[in-house]
């Protein structure tokens, strides 16, 4: 048993106990391997040590092997492994050691050793930020502002397509002015949920970042500071300060709890501290101060602004349309947005309706042009947001602007001044062709139900911007990446989650933590892309995750004779797609020789397609796991059916792996752009867990020919 360098362990207590018992979590946000090999290395350091040890992962399917009340109370200590906030509430006077998922991989022997002197987690303490060994990792903020848009993201989708589907079947042009729904109609209702979910979205950012900043305690004021944000009239204001106040108020809650958790206070109070004083003061003082501090200059900012859009309304009808559509793309139902709108509408009544016009052909720009980007380059997104992505589209058709806010939330670098040069195009176009708009609405749908004069330009202005926008942002956000890779290849760890090129070095003292963690978010990707990072990962249903439980203990478990002769992994890997020597020398033409023997199968349509998408792939953040293993993968529809391969090299294959071993045991993985989400998984989840094992690496090296070789794969699943 080890003995504790420091305290005694914070268990039971029970001195018949002979056996330490430690807990674990792993966790990280877009994938599966990452948080599956950390499991199993802990798992192995403590078996090999007479330990006892449980250990819940994380990963994009959710919770699994779920850590329970009874496993906290006899715990001597938590190792949370994790790139992602845990809520750390559920180990309140227990030694918890925090670090990077990849820590768990690399250093599993340590982290054992050193959480028996761990620091005792406080109640309401918030969530640790991991600690890594080495590189730079994303700032909390931009953590922070990931989980706000994970979280809002559901609520702008429902709300925003049940308002759309209640504007298209149910909604006409009144005459009277307005796209209207009949009250106590069906698809008034419809509309009246959506309006909720609308309505909800601000807050739930703001609340969650909050949350990601300064734990639970934050959680109210950051929710409260967003509704007041987003609701003018409680400072004269007659547009709120939406999401971008909202991501001021989140901010805002979320230091000021961690600022006032600071106070020391006496002994008998701490214990009200996190649910009635913390929530109370935090709660009261933002809402104060947003109300008379930043909202009276909001209110002032705004009304001088409409009457200095009264004094343009004789000027030329270009410069007015791209100031107007500016306004209205630059924070999509915001204060700056509503004051264009707002003014266009006013202008209706007294029968100007071209100002109308030009806003209208702006407002379906950005939730078109950033659902446009999605598709153009797929690769730049996750899978959640190319989804978020088809939303937009659908959102922007019925003119809902919002629909564009979590791309510009995620990237406002990138993604706002994309929307707002596609907005100036697009009411510039409509200022000049003098389209006209007779009801306070945008998007096709108004032209559709014939409230627009001058269709055809009208399309022509919405079409042009669409794709100023799409072409724009596809070019700031490729750009950020390429800049993120070039840090990383001067030698100073891009931020978060960026792509690491496979040429670096993860031997320097102290940089292979944060390289393995990039390394093995990229060979996730297969499986990211089917689930959902940031965010924060959505969980799958539970079905599925007990699925995946389940294949991955059976790869354990299930003696190889009950496999097939010839086939593993479903039979997605079979003796034509294992070679025993490689021939190549490089990355590149290890690649294209794995394609080639992918393509014995007949499942290749286009080898070459298939090794540029790999490639590309590889251009992002290399895929060697260290260890000597590599796992390059595609997801093209080069491929028809998923197809697995392996192979073997003397030599090894330089491919910039983690821990600067060369790649002897090649894996590559290829399915198709339609193939199942689950599939992916399992392969991914296997193959991780089995790799893990030292003596199922050496034997895959001992094998002496294919039909040995195989014999081996089949212990996998």
Partial sequence: MTSPAGPPPTGSGDGERQRLKLLAVTACPTGIAHTYMAAEKLAQAAESRGIEMKVETQGSIGAENVLDDNDVKHADGVIVAADKDVDLSRFAG???????????????????????????????????????????????GYKALMNGVSYMIPFVVVGGLLIAISLSLGGHADPSGGLVIPKDSFWMDVNNIGVIGFTLMVPILSGYIAYAIGDRPALVPGMIGGWIANTGELYDSKAGAGFIGAIVTGFLAGYLVMWIKKVKVPKFAQPIMPIIVIPIVATTALGLFFIYVIGKPI??????????????????????????????AFDMGGPVNKTAFLFGTGLIATGNQTVMGMCAAAIPVMPLGQGLATL?????????????????????????????????????????????????????????????????????????????????????????????????????????????????VGGVGAAGPGPVPAGVSAGAPGAGGVVAQRAVREVEAVGASASSAAAPAEPAAPEKAAALEGAAEAADSTPAAESGVDEVLSGYLTQQTVKVELDADGKESAIRE???????TGRVADVDELVACAL??????????????????????????????????????????????????????????????????????????????????????????ESALLGVLREVG
């Fill in 94 to 140: 227990k030694r918890v050691l925090t670090v990077g998922v990849a820590e768990g991989i690399r250093h599993p022997e340590q982290l054992i050793e050193r959480v028996l002197s761990a620091p005792v987690h406080a109640e309401g303490g918030a969530p640790t930020a991991p600690a890594t060994s080495g590189g730079k990792e994303r700032s909390l």
């Fill in 299 to 328: 209110s002032w900012v705004f009304e001088h602004l409409t009457d200095w859009l009264s004094g343009m309304t004789g000027t030329s009808a270009i410069l007015l349309g791209a100031i107007l559509g500016l306004m209205i």
């Fill in 376 to 488: 153009i380059r797929k690769r730049l997104y996750t899978e959640q947001e190319r989804e978020t992505g088809l939303a937009s589209l659908f959102m922007g058709c019925f003119g809902i602007s919002e629909g564009a806010i979590p791309f510009a939330a995620a990237r406002p670098a990138q993604v706002i001044p994309a929307n707002m040069l596609g907005g100036t195009v697009a009411g510039a176009v409509a200022g000049v062709a003098g389209v006209e708009d007779a009801v306070p609405h945008g998007g096709p749908i108004v032209a559709v139900l014939g409230a627009v004069s001058g269709v055809p330009m009208f399309f022509v202005a919405v079409v042009i911007g669409s794709v100023v926008t799409a072409l724009a942002t596809v070019a700031l956000v490729d750009l950020g990446e390429r800049r993120r890779r070039g840090e990383a």
């Fill in 594 to 600: 794995m394609s080639e023997l992918l393509a014995r």
């Fill in 616 to 705: 590309r792939r590889e251009a992002q953040g290399t895929t060697g796991l260290g260890e000597e293993i590599a796992i390059p993968h595609a997801k093209t529809d080069a491929v028809t059916e998923p197809v697995v391969g392996f192979a073997r090299s003397a030599q090894g294959v330089e491919w910039g792996s983690l821990d600067g071993t060369k790649a002897r045991l090649v894996f590559m993985i290829a399915v198709p752009e339609a193939a199942a989400g689950d599939e992916h998984l399992r392969i991914l989840a296997l193959l991780s867990r089995k790799l893990m094992d030292a003596g199922f690496r050496e034997r895959l090296l001992a094998a002496s020919d």
